[in-house]
């Protein structure tokens, strides 16, 4: 039997999605929930890995067992095993052809940077800052070279394993409401650091270091060395996985930002 889950935790607690040797990876701390509660060890495979530091609000994992429990005391019984940081929002039991990452169609992020003179305290785990202003305009006229499908190598880390640097990019819309400006990111699939060194690109141009055609010749020429340093990985957040509508998943915990675009 295999169950899909949706799940949502806190990044700034974990050193990434990804288990680790030391124990202290979101998915050691789920698979260890989950294995309790199955009565068995259980693996699990997720829709995204997210690196330390980033937030979702909606990651998507499956797994296989044979433990037949009421989704709903999956739910209750694994949310009650988890650290408070991590929380299952819906359980579903699928078929064998599912994969949370394989099956998936989409992907959107959010990355939430303070525009503000002064860093945060208080949410410093919560969001990028840059404290220069910042010409949302420029960045926005940027954006519209970045939305098709391009190689990206030029935004790869070093370390990514993706097989093509090809992607599609649907969507990067750029709101600003007030200091907190939002990059919304929709796409279907995303390189290593794709998301945080377009971002990082961005605020480049956006605080006047470069033109805005300058992310096109960085799309261009294909060198990551040419592209502005990896930016925080505090601010973001994995949004929302999209499937195709025969799973029939719940449309729960799924949290809507909304901002005026500015």
Known sequence: MRLALALEYDGSKYCGWQSQSNGRAVQDAVEKALSAMAGHSVRVACAGRTDA?????????????????PDTAWVRGVNA?????????WVMQVSEEFHAR??????????????????????SQYVGWFHQTLDINAMRACAKHLVG????????????QAKSPIKTLYQLEI?????LVEL??????????????????????GKGKYPVNWIES??????????????????????????DDRWRFPNVGRVSFSMKAT
């Open 102 to 123: 394989f099956s998936a169609t989409r992907r959107r992020y959010r990355y939430l940077l303070l525009n503000h003179p002064q860093r945060p305290a208080l949410f």
């Open 218 to 243: 960085l799309l261009v020429s294909k060198d990551r060395a040419l592209c502005a340093p990896t930016f925080s990985a505090t601010g973001l957040y994995l949004q929302e996985i999209s499937y």
């Open 184 to 205: 919304e990111f929709v796409a279907n699939g995303y390189l290593h650091h794709m998301v945080r060194n377009i971002v990082g690109s961005l605020v480049y141009v």
């Open 53 to 69: 530091g980033v937030h979702a609000i909606n990651q998507v994992i499956h797994f296989d067992t044979e433990t037949q429990r």
């Open 81 to 89: 095993l988890l650290p408070e940081s991590v929380a299952i929002l």
């Open 149 to 160: 499908e391009h190689d990206f190598s030029a935004f790869r880390a070093a370390e990514c």
């Open 175 to 179: 709101r600003k409401e007030g200091d």
